[in-house]
């Protein structure tokens, strides 16, 4: 199990690989209205079978070749995850979510962040994206306060773009 590790003021922060083990808690977390209600192309809770068919894209993918999903932990304790996806498009798509409330606010999504940039670039992208629903103005501020600009906005979506 590959881990990358940053200290931030609520404890180590932990990037881990995830496994089916964790379906119960992402399945938990996606079911959250904070979550899912941020989500552009599932703003609703998802079924088991779409939770499960998700995870399985990523658990079936070991080398990386076309994303990644990453359990976020503080101290062992796991409160959200990271994803890249679309890797072969050459500019993948990344986010972050923090399921537990506790950690919103103190650096975690900063810092995962960081940490899933990290793994991008060993993999030899030069360049991230982003997308979020237009108006989701806590989401908007992390994303431009992570160095992100946008190139693209509709009435429902912005797109934004980073330098890695």
């Known amino acids: 199990m590959e881990r990358t590790k940053q200290e931030v003021k609520t404890g180590q922060v932990t990037l881990r690989r995830i496994e089916w083990a964790d379906f119960l808690l992402l399945m938990a977390w996606r079911s959250l209205p904070h979550v899912y209600e941020t989500m552009v192309e599932c703003p609703y809770p998802p079924s088991e079978e779409m939770v499960a068919e998700w995870m399985g894209s990523y658990i ?22 990271v ?7 050459g500019v993948p798509e990344v986010g972050v979510v923090i399921g537990d409330r506790d950690y919103w606010s103190v650096g975690v999504a900063k810092e995962a962040a960081r940490l899933g940039y990290e793994i991008l670039r060993g993999l030899g992208f030069r360049k991230v994206q982003a997308v979020t629903k237009v108006g989701n103005a806590e989401v908007e501020n992390f994303i431009e306060d992570s160095g992100f600009q946008q190139i693209y906005s509709d009435p ?8 890695l």
């Open 60 to 81: 079936n993918d070991p080398e990386k070749k076309f994303g990644g999903l990453d359990i976020i932990e503080v101290d062992s304790k796991p409160v959200g995850y």
């Open 83 to 89: 994803l890249g996806r679309n890797y072969l498009d």
């Open 156 to 163: 429902q979506i912005k797109r934004w773009l980073k330098e």
